[in-house]
């Protein structure tokens, strides 16, 4: 401070306006950081929240409000039961097929309501299998938010869901897909690309961007194209090994 006292007037002012510049260029960097990081150009267009929750308590009523529905219930465990387990079943025999989950893998299935697909992967070998979703149906199904699931971190080797359209938080639940996978952990999401889902949905996502861009410590692995109920595109990531900082 004292050096610029003593430098020539016509700094003073030069260094003022500079000292002004500076906190203001940090300030747009870090409101532009805020609006654009980490929800990208890419993922604005490309998933878009549904602006009909008001709370978050009302969007939990509002998806119970499904999860219990009796009738919905009473199909989901009869007619659709042996329907539901046999697509599954072989979804996931090609999962197997191609190495992606294993006999001895621990697997999660993320919003299973009555869990046909935790079934399905019994099924196919894969034992150490359970369901998550707000509603439980035991055995195959425990109570859990998939926004805060109720596991430690590196627990699953293995995590499927087609429930990302009732994402309210799409980071929170790949965020907790990502906290709880081991690493090298598969994820494998079936979503809707190409066609809109039930009026349940949280979200609509109309690329795979969005969620390569949200799985921001796994490797996408594929895309392509299923039949899965209502679900056009199997989506799959594999959980990165952490980078070593080194000092
Ligand atoms: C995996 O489990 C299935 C079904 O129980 C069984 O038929 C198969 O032999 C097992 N595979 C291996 C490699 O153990
Ligand atoms: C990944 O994204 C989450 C939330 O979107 C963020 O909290 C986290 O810091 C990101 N991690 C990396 C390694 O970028």
Redesign the pocket.
């Known amino acids: 401070m004292k050096d610029v006292a003593n430098q020539p007037r016509s700094v003073i002012p030069r260094c003022f306006f500079l000292s002004l510049l500076l906190p203001l260029s940090f300030f747009i960097f870090l409101s532009l950081k805020s609006t654009n990081k ?1 929800i990208s150009p890419a993922t604005t267009m490309d998933l878009k929240i549904r602006p009909v929750y008001t709370s978050y308590d009302n969007y939990i009523h509002h998806q119970l409000h499904k999860t219990t529905n009796p009738k919905l219930r009473q199909i989901w465990t009869t007619r659709d039961w042996d329907r539901k387990i046999r697509v599954f079943t072989h979804f996931f025999s090609d999962l197997k097929h191609k190495k992606l989950i294993s006999n001895s893998s621990k697997a999660l299935c993320v919003g299973a309501r009555v869990g046909q697909e935790v079934e399905a992967l019994k099924r196919v070998g894969v034992s150490d299998s359970i369901g998550l979703d707000l509603v439980p149906y035991p055995p195959l199904v425990i109570r859990g938010d998939f926004h805060h699931q109720p596991f430690d971190d590196e627990t699953f080797d293995f995590e499927f869901s087609n429930v990302f359209d009732h994402a309210l938080y799409p ?1 929170k639940f790949v ?1 907790e897909i990502q906290r709880t996978l081991k690493v090298d952990g598969v994820c494998v999401l079936h979503v809707a690309l190409y066609r809109r889902s039930d009026k349940y949905s949280a979200n609509d996502l109309y690329s795979t961007e969005p969620l390569i861009e ?1 799985f ?2 796994s490797d996408f692995v594929y895309s392509r194209k299923v039949d899965g109920f209502g679900l056009d595109t199997e989506v799959v990531f594999r959980k990165r090994k952490p980078i070593i900082q080194r000092s």
Request: hydrophobic content about 35%.
């Open positions: 980490p980071e965020g949200l921001n410590v």
